[in-house]
């Protein structure tokens, strides 16, 4: 009976790690002191047509990782909002506040891992796995 529940229960676990797959996830990289940005906020929208729709939103652990917002990604249009001006590491008045990164989703059956790398006085980002 026990080992019987723990089957099914790892089954359950498997199966809903597969279903986060699908899901998107971001990361806060500083690229100044190599560390992960933690503490950082930041919002998942989706474009809906007639404007943006809030679908998800975190704030990045202590290595700087949000490993997804509880969604299975549509074929749509996305954006990130990184609101840096919570990040300590890059002063009291970042030169970049906010940073938002908007992408297209068009393969739903790979996950999507969008991640920042952020300077006092830059940024870039890149489709991760």
Do not use: C
């Amino acid at each position: 009976m026990l080992r019987t529940l723990f089957t099914a229960s790892a089954a359950t676990i498997l199966l809903s790690g597969a279903a986060m797959a699908e899901d998107i996830s971001t990361h806060v990289l500083n690229i100044a002191t190599g560390q992960g940005g933690g503490g950082v906020p930041v919002t998942l929208e989706r474009h809906d047509g007639d404007g943006w729709e809030q679908v998800g939103s975190g704030t990045t652990q202590e290595n700087g990782r949000i490993e997804g917002f509880g969604i299975t990604a549509e074929k749509a249009t996305y954006r990130l909002t990184f609101d840096t001006s919570a990040y300590d590491a890059l002063g009291d008045d970042p030169f970049f506040p906010e940073i938002v990164v908007t992408f297209a989703i068009e393969d739903t059956e790979r996950h999507h891992h969008v991640p920042v790398l952020v300077s006092p006085y830059g940024y870039s980002t890149y489709l991760g796995n």
